[in-house]
């Protein structure tokens, strides 16, 4: 799948390095509502669960890889956990990439990817209370905040969004 700036295809085992750097990033780790950590084998394990979670369920989150240089940028897209609370879209850019629109840009086609394909009726976003970029992405693809719960220990934010009547 494209985007006017991204290429979103299926994360593989030859993102690790670029994944394993993002993650490593304390502000990028620790902005994610479900806690990731920063080490090489927290990203293995994060990045076998994506990969892992699309051969169960058939979808999850891409790699977003910016057309004009042919980097990773980061991952996002529709998301189903055992436990989550809904269908969810989630991101995660690298830090170098963060206020470039992309995070937006990406929700946006995941959004779209779940009303259309996956037939949902409601989308949700799970964002910790301090992460302000998030909290704006999420209000950008016209979500809306909910109300608040506890997931996996942490107190977090759930915003979505429901599917327009045709």
């Given at each position: 799948?494209?985007?006017?700036?991204l290429?979103?295809?299926?994360?593989t085992?030859?993102?690790?390095?670029?994944?394993?750097?993002?993650?490593?990033?304390?502000?990028v780790?620790?902005?994610?509502?479900?806690?990731?950590?920063?080490?090489?084998a927290?990203?293995?394990?994060?990045?076998a669960?994506?990969?892992?979670?699309?051969?169960?369920?058939?979808?999850?989150?891409?790699?977003?890889?910016?057309?004009?240089?042919g980097?990773?940028?980061?991952?996002?897209?529709?998301?189903?956990?055992?436990?989550?609370p809904?269908?969810?879209?989630?991101?995660c850019?690298?830090?170098?990439?963060?206020?470039?629109?992309?995070?937006?840009?990406?929700?946006?086609?995941?959004?779209?990817?779940?009303?259309?394909?996956?037939?949902?009726?409601?989308?949700?976003?799970?964002?910790?209370?301090?992460?302000?970029?998030?909290?704006?992405?999420?209000?950008?693809?016209?979500?809306?905040?909910?109300?608040?719960?506890?997931?996996?220990?942490?107190?977090?934010?759930?915003y979505?969004?429901?599917?327009?009547?045709?």
């Open positions: 799948m494209e985007t006017e700036r290429i979103l295809r299926p994360l085992g030859s993102d690790f390095d670029a994944y394993a750097a993002m993650l490593a990033d304390p502000d780790s620790g902005g994610l509502a479900e806690s990731v950590g920063t080490s090489p927290d990203a293995w394990r994060s990045l669960t994506f990969i892992g979670h699309r051969e169960i369920l058939g979808y999850s989150h891409w790699a977003l890889v910016e057309k004009s240089s980097r990773f940028v980061g991952r996002a897209g529709p998301w189903q956990p055992y436990g989550f809904g269908l969810g879209v989630g991101w850019l690298a830090r170098e990439h963060w206020g470039k629109g992309y995070a937006t840009e990406a929700a946006r086609a995941a959004l779209r990817y779940c009303f259309t394909e996956l037939g949902a009726a409601q989308v949700i976003s799970l964002i910790l209370p301090g992460n302000t970029r998030s909290i704006s992405v999420a209000e950008r693809i016209g979500h809306r905040h909910l109300r608040d719960l506890d997931y996996r220990g942490r107190r977090v934010h759930l979505g969004s429901s599917r327009s009547p045709s």
